[in-house]
Nanobody, 125 residues
Framework: QVQLVESGGGLVQAGGSLRLSCAAS????????MGWFRQAPGKEREFVAA????????FYADSVKGRFTISRDNVKRIMYLQMNSLKPEDTAVYYC??????????????????WGQGTQVTVSS
């Protein structure tokens, strides 16, 4: 069982930066692949970025590639999403997710068993 808690969301102007954190419970954090998803009002939840348990496999959605960076600290049991050059279209509730995967990552919502409650990111123009 893994419990996830996101933090770091907020209001930022276009071009600005935010860093999201996802804190996980449990002693086997390094065994879990992790991902970030987002959901804007009236839209489906979409994939943002994913990282394997050992951090060797990383994948980004085309819409955030070059602007967002996913990382994790397995000692602290925290995953991060550094978001730079933010755009109004990045506005959404951001969710972190986890499922077992030391050396792999997942990009679909149905591949993740555990989810956080979400944190709001609003980018003003």
């Amino acid at each position: 069982q893994v419990q996830l808690v996101e933090s770091g969301g907020g209001l930022v102007q276009a071009g600005g930066s935010l860093r999201l954190s996802c804190a996980a419970s449990g002693r086997t954090f390094s065994m879990y692949a992790m991902g970030w998803f987002r959901q804007a009002p009236g839209k489906e939840r979409e994939f943002v970025a994913a990282i394997s348990g050992n951090s060797r496999e990383i994948f980004y959605a085309d819409s955030v590639k070059g602007r967002f960076t996913i990382s994790r600290d397995n000692v602290k049991r925290i995953m991060y999403l550094q978001m730079n050059s933010l755009k109004p279209e990045d506005t959404a509730v951001y969710y972190c997710a986890a499922d077992q995967g030391v050396s792999r990552y997942y990009t679909r919502t149905n591949e993740y068993a555990y989810w956080g409650q979400g944190t709001q990111v609003t980018v003003s123009s």
